[in-house]
């Protein structure tokens, strides 16, 4: 367990960040705490309007760039648009469907977003990267049952808590092969996950008829839920601390929901190699780009 907070950010003037999903929630914290210990960080966000809002509010350098990873063509127009170098591309953007929903390519909304968006920005952008990569993923994944056979849910009937569990795992083995391969390259760039704990944020608001699971969830969550600045923790830990590439962070307390962040495990099927590969393969396909490394 380590006393990490806030305060532990070293001077990161001179460093350029990208964090999704950053107008409110973690990603929004996240890139706070970034802006406020010198780096210059870009909100990559789907409304521009939220993201201005929170760049004004923002300390130090911040700028704001549309993304919208349930579409590719916008992944494609960001990448292509980004010049430099990258270093710190926080993968932090989520979403949990209350329904059956798709991206603009079709894909299952959670895993099209929580996964293959930022798996297809992660690989356009690969040429400028140049310190870390964290994918916020979630102690959920050890609840999944990743159907390679029917990745984009259409032929299983829907199952929402399974979808969002699914794209954590996706996450996870996606962390384990970009490690695996950038170690192979050679790269000095490390990869790392971070589970935030369980954090009261927007990801479980949703409108629409209510069933008695979500109102038990809403309770949980009112009762033991961390605020978003301590559900950041795990991230900007694996953001900046000396860690071993292909670690995973998330908070030390109460079965790793709530506290100071430390390294925690993962489960068997994150841990799967050839189910990491199998999954990598897979999503080359599905977002059309082929990996460089």
Same mark, same amino acid.
């Given at each position: 367990?380590?006393?990490?907070?806030?305060?532990?950010?070293?001077?990161?003037?001179?460093?350029?960040?990208? %964090?999704?999903?950053?107008?409110?929630?973690?990603?929004? &914290?996240?890139?706070?705490?970034?802006?406020?210990?010198?780096?210059?960080?870009?909100?990559?966000?789907?409304?521009?309007?939220?993201?201005?809002?929170?760049?004004?509010? &923002?300390?130090?350098?911040?700028?704001?760039?549309?993304?919208?990873?349930?579409?590719?063509?916008? %992944?494609? =127009?960001?990448?292509?648009?980004?010049?430099?170098?990258?270093?710190?591309?926080?993968?932090?953007?989520?979403?949990?469907?209350?329904?059956?929903?798709?991206?603009?390519?079709?894909?299952?909304?959670?895993?099209?977003?929580?996964?293959?968006?930022?798996?297809? #920005?992660?690989?356009?952008?690969?040429?400028?990267?140049?310190?870390?990569?964290?994918?916020?993923?979630?102690?959920?994944?050890?609840?999944?049952?990743?159907?390679?056979?029917?990745?984009?849910?259409?032929?299983?009937?829907?199952? =929402?808590?399974? $979808?969002?569990?699914?794209? =954590?795992?996706?996450?996870?083995?996606?962390?384990?092969?970009?490690?695996?391969?950038?170690?192979?390259?050679?790269?000095?760039?490390?990869?790392?996950?971070?589970?935030?704990?369980?954090?009261?944020?927007?990801?479980?608001?949703?409108?629409?008829?209510?069933?008695?699971?979500?109102?038990?969830?809403?309770?949980? %969550?009112?009762?033991?839920?961390?605020?978003?600045?301590?559900?950041?923790?795990?991230?900007?830990? $694996?953001?900046?601390?000396? #860690?071993?590439?292909?670690?995973?962070?998330?908070?030390?307390?109460?079965?790793?929901?709530?506290?100071?962040?430390? #390294?925690?495990?993962?489960? =068997?099927?994150?841990?799967?190699?050839?189910?990491?590969?199998?999954?990598?393969? $897979?999503?080359?396909?599905?977002?059309?780009?082929?990996?460089?490394?």
């Amino acid at each position: 367990m380590t006393d990490f907070s806030v305060r532990d950010l070293p001077d990161l003037t001179g460093r350029r960040a990208i %964090v999704t999903g950053a107008t409110g929630g973690i990603g929004q &914290a996240t890139a706070r705490a970034l802006a406020g210990a010198g780096a210059r960080v870009v909100l990559a966000v789907r409304n521009r309007g939220k993201g201005d809002a929170v760049a004004a509010a &923002a300390p130090g350098a911040v700028e704001v760039r549309e993304l919208d990873l349930s579409d590719l063509e916008s %992944v494609r =127009k960001f990448a292509a648009g980004w010049r430099g170098d990258v270093d710190l591309l926080i993968n932090n953007a989520g979403v949990s469907a209350p329904t059956l929903q798709r991206t603009a390519q079709g894909f299952e909304a959670d895993f099209g977003v929580n996964h293959l968006g930022h798996f297809a #920005l992660t690989l356009l952008l690969l040429e400028h990267l140049t310190g870390r990569v964290v994918i916020v993923s979630s102690q959920a994944e050890r609840l999944a049952q990743l159907d390679f056979d029917d990745l984009n849910w259409e032929r299983r009937p829907y199952r =929402k808590s399974r $979808a969002y569990n699914d794209s =954590k795992l996706a996450n996870l083995l996606f962390a384990a092969e970009l490690h695996r391969r950038l170690a192979a390259a050679g790269s000095a760039v490390a990869v790392h996950a971070a589970h935030p704990g369980l954090v009261a944020t927007g990801i479980y608001h949703h409108s629409g008829p209510r069933r008695m699971s979500d109102v038990l969830n809403g309770f949980v %969550v009112r009762t033991l839920a961390q605020d978003a600045e301590h559900g950041a923790l795990p991230t900007l830990y $694996a953001a900046v601390a000396d #860690l071993p590439s292909g670690s995973f962070a998330g908070p030390s307390r109460l079965a790793h929901m709530r506290g100071a962040p430390e #390294l925690i495990n993962r489960s =068997k099927a994150a841990r799967d190699p050839e189910s990491a590969g199998r999954l990598w393969r $897979a999503s080359e396909r599905l977002v059309s780009i082929p990996a460089r490394i």
